[in-house]
């Protein structure tokens, strides 16, 4: 079957980092409410036609994410396409540079943000070499920091909105990822009485998990009997056949593009699974970050705007019932036109 598939961004660039010789690529989903936005994501990919693909998929979910969020931004996403073996750590600072300069490149169209295998420090470099167009660099170098924080609160406030009018006390969460927002939601859960089953795929993580009082397991959390599923690692968890035979009543997390496509959301509408679409659940860390760093808030503002993914949950999930929409959709209606 051949259909033509149109572009639906604006702008994609990409580019062989001339220290590092790693395919770079930048796209720009859309500028119509400001300056794109969207973080830098380092990962081996197959091929860098998969780091492009992603990079794609990524920048068009950003412009949802900024636009239901209500920020002055569209949306866009660096992704350093790495070769299946890596990087040796001793050409990041070249890899850097590079992006810096792909950056660079597009005047100002873009900025960009720490993501999947990018940090803090990363964010300081491409900073100072790309005319300041990058956020989340470390709080003792004037930025606002790691986003982790913020995207857990956020997190924690759409699943809020989820169990409700329930409380997450008593609750069977199964948390998939243990990375540094993982972490942060399965410390929130514990505290406010939830029992937590957590799996990662480094199982070096166990003890740590353990310690803060969660149940490790190694079986696949899709499938068990769950209350909540908080994806926390990378995408693409929820397939056709993971959907169907998923075991949660509601899925609510950190990790972009859960869904490895829209007709995903059908098959959980239709199994009565709920879903808060990640475009609204990991918003908290582009709101933090762009709420201290461009839109002049102190942290108290930036928190009750982040609280506010609560609001936006529960208007994207009644939205979603009284039209029969996957949530998705009910996300992207709510939207306000760019
Ligand atoms: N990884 C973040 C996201 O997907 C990107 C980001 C965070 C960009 C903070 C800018 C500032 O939302």
Not at 130 to 142: D, I, L, Y
Not at 153 to 173: D, E, I, Y
Not at 214 to 226: F, G, I, Q, S, Y
Request: glycine share 12%; aromatic share 2%.
């Amino acid at each position: 079957m051949s259909r033509t598939e149109s572009f639906a961004g604006e702008a994609l660039q990409v580019v062989r980092g001339t220290r590092s010789g790693v395919a770079i690529a930048v796209a720009i989903h859309s500028t119509a409410r400001g300056p794109a936005i969207g973080g830098c994501r380092i990962k081996p990919y197959p091929s860098w036609r998969d780091g492009v693909d992603d990079a794609l998929r990524l920048s068009a979910a950003m412009t949802t994410k900024c636009a239901l969020a209500g920020l002055p931004y569209g949306g866009g996403k660096t992704v350093a396409a790495l070769p299946a073996e890596g990087l040796d750590p001793a050409r990041r600072p070249d890899l850097i540079a590079d992006i810096a300069e792909a950056i660079a490149a597009l005047g100002g169209r873009y900025r960009t943000g720490p993501d999947i295998g990018s940090t803090s420090q990363d964010m300081a470099d491409i900073h100072r070499l790309a005319h300041g167009w990058a956020f989340c660099r470390p709080e003792e170098q004037g930025g606002s920091g790691t986003s982790s924080a913020a995207t857990a609160r956020g997190v924690l406030a759409a699943l809020r909105a989820g169990v409700a009018p329930r409380s997450v006390a008593g609750l069977r969460v199964g948390v998939l990822g243990f990375g540094s927002v993982g972490r942060l939601i399965c410390e929130s859960l514990l505290e406010q009485g939830a029992d937590v089953v957590v799996t990662d795929v480094d199982s070096g993580l166990r003890p740590v998990a353990e310690q803060l009082g969660a149940t490790w397991t190694e079986a696949d959390l899709v499938r068990e009997p769950l209350d909540v599923l908080v994806p926390a690692a990378t995408g693409g968890l929820l397939t056709v056949e993971s959907a169907a035979g998923c075991g949660a009543s509601l899925i609510v997390g950190p990790a972009n593009n859960q869904l490895v496509a829209e007709e995903v959301a059908m098959v959980l509408r239709d199994r009565g699974i709920t879903w808060i679409p990640d475009v609204v659940a990991s918003a908290g860390g582009i709101i933090h970050a762009v709420g201290r760093e461009a839109l002049g808030m102190d942290e108290a503002a930036a928190n009750a705007k982040i609280d506010a993914i609560a609001d936006t949950t529960a208007a994207v999930l009644s939205l979603a019932r009284e039209r029969g929409l996957t949530t998705v959709r009910a996300a992207r209606e709510l939207a306000p036109p760019a």
